[in-house]
């Protein structure tokens, strides 16, 4: 494993393609899987348009 060797291999860089990579998520999804009272959550408002 060479994880390390790189110079862009940085804290910064692997926040940065977790960041890119929930982008892509659906919103939906997001929102069914984060707990009804996390703050900012609509799962809510998903809740109420499944009914």
């Known amino acids: 494993r060479h994880t390390n060797r790189l110079a862009y ?18 919103t939906a999804l997001v929102a069914k899987a984060a707990p009804p009272s996390a703050p900012g959550s609509s799962a809510s408002l998903t809740q109420k348009a499944m009914d």
């Open 9 to 26: 291999n940085t804290k910064a860089a692997l926040i940065n393609s977790i960041m890119k990579q929930a982008r892509k998520l659906d």
